[in-house]
């Protein structure tokens, strides 16, 4: 193998694993605010290429405005979810709350298979896709922006989380719900607003991954299960931890299909994990928690 060919690998596994941040990030944020796995959440990628689209084709919106729109929408969707479906039953057991969203998945995935179909689609690179080369390796401009929304959205939420009163408030609700409420929060609305982004970073994770992978009605299973992957990879809970597991995992993922064969890439990725979580459970960047007796 020679540098150019492992340089293209790392970067494809940069590229993909951002994504799978960006999905790692959604299951972060309700996790932070509500302590539950939401598996809808790549339901939430999936939607976001679909509807963008769909946006150029059936209202014949510009690439930007198309991934607007997209997002705007997918994010009211993670907003009437919670309102319909997880805050009537809020008071559940957290596996009662899983397995709704386990059913939501299912209903959103059969869904897009009515609205949209089983074919296969594609929206046009952002900034043209003549590639760089660095060092007999390209790199789509594509590429560049999957990796910089990964990384903006990932400042902006550990901001967020840490400098803002809602964030704070939100963190609050998932350590003990009944103490946040007696302070004064509505612990119904940081519920709410944690879908919100949960949506949102899904969706961007959508929008920008479909110029390089072709989108479809059930791409959402695998890129869910890839982010929750990564988040449990990095640490669930840790924002950081949620996008730097997911790049591991991409990278991990683009070596072993390069290395050995593609059809052994998600059992590789998957192999390594497992082991990884025997040896630390808590993840690379999770911290390990004790129980007091």
């Not at 150019?4 to 996790?31: K, N």
């Not at 596996?95 to 074919?119: H, N, P």
């Not at 939420?157 to 400098?163: Q, S």
């Not at 998957?270 to 007091?292: D, M, Q, Y």
Request: charged share 10%; proline share 4%; with cysteine.
């Amino acid at each position: 193998m020679t540098g150019g060919q492992l340089l293209q690998y790392l970067i494809s596994g940069i590229t993909v694993g951002s994504t799978y941040g960006l999905a790692g990030l959604g299951f972060t944020v309700i996790y932070n605010t509500t302590e539950i796995i939401n598996f809808a959440q790549g339901e939430f990628v999936m939607l976001g290429g679909m509807l963008a689209v769909f946006a150029m084709q059936w209202w014949g919106l510009p690439l930007p405005l198309a991934v607007l729109a997209a997002v705007a929408i997918v994010t009211a969707l993670g907003v009437l979810i919670d309102r319909l479906t997880i805050q009537p039953v809020r008071h559940r057991s957290p596996i009662t709350l899983v397995i709704i969203t386990i059913g939501i998945s299912i209903l959103l995935r059969g869904g897009a298979m009515l609205l949209f179909g089983k074919d296969t689609f594609s929206l046009p690179p952002f900034t043209g896709g003549t590639p760089l080369i660095l060092y007999d390796a390209a790199i789509l401009p594509q590429n560049l922006w999957v990796v910089g929304t990964a990384v903006c959205v990932l400042l902006a939420m550990k901001a967020f989380f840490e400098w803002s009163i809602i964030g704070k408030a939100m963190l609050a609700c998932s350590y003990d719900p009944k103490a946040a409420s007696l302070m004064g929060i509505n612990v119904g609305t940081m519920v709410t607003l944690s879908f919100a982004f949960s949506a949102l970073s899904g969706s961007l994770a959508g929008v920008i991954l479909a110029p390089i992978t072709l989108t479809s009605y059930d791409v959402g299973v695998l890129l869910g299960l890839k982010g929750f992957a990564g988040c449990i990879l990095g640490g669930l809970g840790n924002p950081f931890g949620a996008v730097a597991g997911g790049m591991i995992l991409g990278i991990i993922e683009s070596l072993g299909a390069g290395l050995l064969s593609s059809g052994y890439k998600d059992a590789i990725a998957f192999v390594i994990l497992l082991g990884l979580l025997f040896v630390r459970p808590s993840g690379l960047f999770g911290k390990k928690t004790g129980e007091r007796v």
